[in-house]
């Protein structure tokens, strides 16, 4: 049996809460919705945002002394797949169209993070805490990241490029 529409359950009330507002997020209230529908609108609503909201994200990265991505570094507490998926969760806002290279260089024993990479001007890291590693004895760590402008979610394979250099393992960024 279908829906009639003349008794269709439609949103009558449509909010935002002010106190919620952050870089990351914020809530809105949308309802009463017909049996099912919310979560339908709301994933379709998720899934536009994140196709058509323009960010910046790391492209790709290249660690001193690794071939490939499946490697681990001495000195290093984590292997190189934890640590991409760290520098995946990276949140940065880029000013420039153009790709810029950003450099992570850290020679102590003791945590990585965010507040360690040397950006320009025109780069910030909005999460400066964000943990990337833990090195276990002084040994140099030494990361460039590739930071790229783009809209909705490109996986590693689209941020390969032709003739790129072995040791430069491409990032999906969103």
């Known amino acids: 049996m279908g ?10 009330r449509l909010e935002h809460d002010e106190k919620t507002y952050s870089n990351f997020y914020g809530k809105f209230t949308a309802e009463p919705f017909e049996r099912g529908f919310g979560t ?20 790709s990265i290249k660690i001193d002394g690794v071939l490939h ?13 934890q640590i991409v998926l760290n520098i995946k969760q990276l949140v940065l806002r880029s000013h420039s169209r153009t790709p810029k290279i950003l450099r992570l260089k850290v020679s102590k024993k ?3 993070t965010a507040k360690d990479i040397t950006t320009d ?6 999460n400066p805490d964000l943990h990337i590693a833990k090195l276990t004895k002084d040994t140099n760590f030494n990361i460039e990241l590739e ?7 490109v996986p590693a394979e689209r941020n390969k490029k032709e003739g790129q250099t072995i040791g430069i393992i491409p990032v999906d960024s969103v």
Do not use: C, H, Q
Not at 147 to 153: E, H, L, Q, T
């Open 110 to 112: 003791g945590d990585v």
């Open 3 to 12: 829906i009639s529409w003349k008794t269709f359950e439609m949103p009558k």
């Open 69 to 81: 991505e499946f490697s681990t570094i001495p000195g290093v507490l984590e292997d190189v797949p």
């Open 121 to 126: 001007d025109t780069v910030e890291i909005i």
């Open 40 to 59: 339908t609108i709301g994933n379709s609503l998720r899934r536009i945002l994140i196709s058509s909201i323009e960010g910046s994200a790391v492209t």
């Open 147 to 153: 930071v790229g402008k783009g809209r909705g979610y």
